[in-house]
Each structure stands twice: as structure tokens, then as C-alpha cells.
């Protein structure tokens, strides 16, 4: 599991900016721990990645 991001290093990072592809979650799957399911999925429409914390979220 990774270590949660520190909303200081976040705004360094520039997550959270950008637009359409370019754009940077401000919260990633790898923050949680999870029993459950978490996945990325490409969306369709800005063919960026999107970060899906449960399967209801994911369909």
C-alpha cells in the first residue's frame, strides 16, 4: 500500500489540475486500503484514466 499523500505535496505535484487527458486526480486507489475492488478505467469521452474506489462506481 502506498502512503497517503500530504494535501501540501499534492498541490506541488499539481494534482488536481489540468484538463481532459492532462488532468491529475487529487485522489488516487492506491491512497486507500481496501478490501475491496479498486481499478482505473479509461474514460471514454477525455481518454484520461479514472479512479474507481468500488465496482458499483466502476459500472
Given at each position: ?12 505535484r ?34 484520461r ?11
Amino acid at each position: 500500500m502506498a502512503k497517503k499523500i500530504s494535501n501540501k505535496n499534492k498541490f506541488k505535484r499539481k494534482m488536481g489540475t489540468g484538463e481532459g487527458a492532462n488532468y491529475k486526480p487529487f485522489i488516487t486507489t492506491s491512497e486507500f486500503n481496501s478490501i475491496g475492488t479498486t481499478t482505473v478505467i479509461r474514460d471514454w469521452k477525455t481518454g484520461r484514466g479514472v479512479h474507481c474506489l468500488s465496482q458499483g462506481e466502476m459500472y
